[in-house]
């Protein structure tokens, strides 16, 4: 094997683990803000929320930093308004939800 096309193997093979080993399954992610939030929370890129006091996914990066949500989000998220349900999510389940949240940005 020449050094170029041992090259160009190596990238392949990262290519494939990278997509295969996977980031955020954002379908995924969609589907669990569907779920879990939509009742409270406007979950696309526009709109407002059904419960006023509930920020809209498309604001959310810009009041926090959308990776500070990862330790919340497996402790379970607890807010001052007793509204909000208190849930704790698999670490597969954050990964997808805030790359959803990533692609509303």
Request: hydrophobic share 45%; glycine share 12%.
């Amino acid at each position: 094997m020449t050094a170029a096309s041992g090259g160009a193997a190596l990238c392949l093979a990262v290519s494939v683990s990278s997509f295969a080993g996977g980031g955020p399954d954002i379908e995924a992610g969609a589907s669990l803000a569907a779920k879990l939030c939509a009742r409270c929370h406007a979950i696309g890129a526009t709109g407002t929320s059904p419960h006023e006091a509930a920020p809209p996914f498309h604001t959310f990066a810009q009041k926090w930093p959308l990776e500070n949500l990862e330790e919340a989000l497996a402790e379970g998220i607890v807010v001052g308004h007793p509204a909000m349900p208190v849930f704790e999510l698999s670490t597969d389940e954050i990964d997808d939800l805030i790359g959803y949240l990533g692609t509303l940005q």
